[in-house]
């Protein structure tokens, strides 16, 4: 017993005594099991130029108000970080307007979350932000409320902007549903931060259950489920197969990015919520080692996948007696997740955010391994590089990825 207990004492303590912005790059990339067959959508080069036109009128890649020093986003990093090309694979059969509108969603969201980052001298921003909060705000589900105050920054701008754009058309159920989506996520934001400021590596449960979240896999996926919701009941989701189908993707996404992301986070960022990293820490590994289980995971979470949808979901069908309209509908959800995983792992090979060049090109230079003093109870102690800002306090949103 009392081995046991000195061995769950140690990794207690080692969880919370990670250095960061240590030396890790470069990241390695191995073979990674994405059966599914990529589709682009043909209006790519469009959205790529408007993203960057409503990004300069929302004023996102402008500096955030009241913070010193460059833009925590300009026209340049942008361009690299090839946004659109993402959602042109997590949507192929989009219109034009519809891929415009999710590559300002992930704009939005990799924007904010950046924003918010401990390690960004722009970590000024709270959530939910008051347009958000306040019950007559354009954001809110009533359709009848006094007029919203004005935007307060660029994220509420932009903000308002697409809820507008995405959730004006959509009945009241629906904009509830998508409107829970996009504050689960912010909420796990939330946990996050609070792990790097505490210099927190989770374990491996607790952090595979939040990043379903983290990643934003529920609100992009919760797009392509309401518009298959007019024939298929809303309990056929909620069914286990189902739930287990989409954890299990949204885990295969997760998984791809904390593999590409390995470097950018741990070296440039120093986060400690990446899966490689916490697998390292909890199994005491090296990191080939847990790159080798991570990638086994998520080929493992792409079978599960495939499993469910083959020998499953024909049985959830039956007992909720699912007509030809219901099924066609059904096989084209699972359409559009294969197609969301194949875009997500195309988008990672494609963007210029990842690679080392880029890494370099885009980021300080990582601070020097001994930055303070570490351990428990030394959190707050940091050594900042000449002309860092001083934190704030801030509402603990994490940093994107």
């Known amino acids: 017993m009392s081995s046991v207990i000195d061995l769950l004492g140690a990794k207690r303590v080692r969880s919370f ?9 470069p990241s390695r990339i191995p073979d990674l099991y994405v059966p599914f067959e990529l589709r682009l959508s043909p209006h790519l080069d469009g959205a790529r130029r408007e993203l960057v036109s409503w990004c300069r009128e929302m004023g996102i890649l402008e500096p955030p108000h009241g913070v010193a020093g460059p833009a925590v986003w300009d026209e340049a990093k942008l361009v690299d ?7 042109a694979g997590l949507h192929p059969g989009a219109t034009p307007e519809e891929l415009d509108l999710a590559s300002a969603w992930l704009a939005w969201g990799g924007r904010t979350a950046t924003t918010t980052s401990p390690s960004s001298s722009a970590a000024r921003a709270t959530w939910p932000p008051p347009r958000w909060r306040s019950p007559g705000s354009a954001t809110s589900c009533p359709s009848t409320a006094r007029p919203p105050p004005a935007p307060a920054n660029a994220l509420e701008r932009s903000l308002a902007d697409i809820w507008a754009r995405t959730a004006g058309p959509m009945p009241q159920e629906d904009r509830r549903k998508l409107r829970a989506a996009v504050e689960e996520m912010c909420e796990a934001w939330l946990w996050e931060l609070a792990g790097e400021i505490a210099h927190h590596i989770p ?12 990643f934003g896999s529920e609100l992009t996926m919760s797009l392509s489920r309401l518009r298959h919701s007019t024939s298929i009941p809303e309990e056929f989701y909620a069914s286990g197969p189902m739930v287990a189908l989409e954890n299990a993707m949204m885990d295969a996404g997760m998984l791809i990015n904390d593999v590409f992301s390995y470097q950018k ?7 400690v919520h990446n899966a490689i990293l916490v697998v390292q820490n909890f199994f005491g590994c090296d990191h080939p080692t847990a790159l080798g289980i991570v990638a086994d995971l998520m080929a493992s979470r792409v079978r599960q ?24 509908d059904l096989d084209g959800f699972l359409t559009e997740l294969g197609d969301w995983l194949a875009g997500i792992l195309n988008w990672h090979q494609g963007c210029f955010r990842y690679d080392e060049p880029s890494l370099q090109r885009h980021h300080q230079a990582p601070l020097p391994r001994f930055h303070g003093p570490t351990g428990l109870g030394t959190s707050a102690a940091v050594i900042r590089p000449p002309g860092a800002v001083s934190p704030v306090a801030v509402s603990p949103v994490a940093a994107g990825r």
């Open 305 to 328: 996948f495939e499993h469910i949808a083959a020998n499953e979901l024909p049985i959830v069908c039956d007992d909720f007696g699912l007509g030809e309209e219901a099924r066609r």
């Open 81 to 87: 970080y090839d946004l659109p090309l993402c959602a």
């Open 203 to 214: 374990d491996p449960v607790d952090y595979i259950e939040m990043r379903r979240h983290t």
């Open 265 to 271: 986070e741990i070296e440039y960022e120093g986060e």
């Open 17 to 25: 005594t990670h250095v960061p912005y240590q030396r890790v790059g």
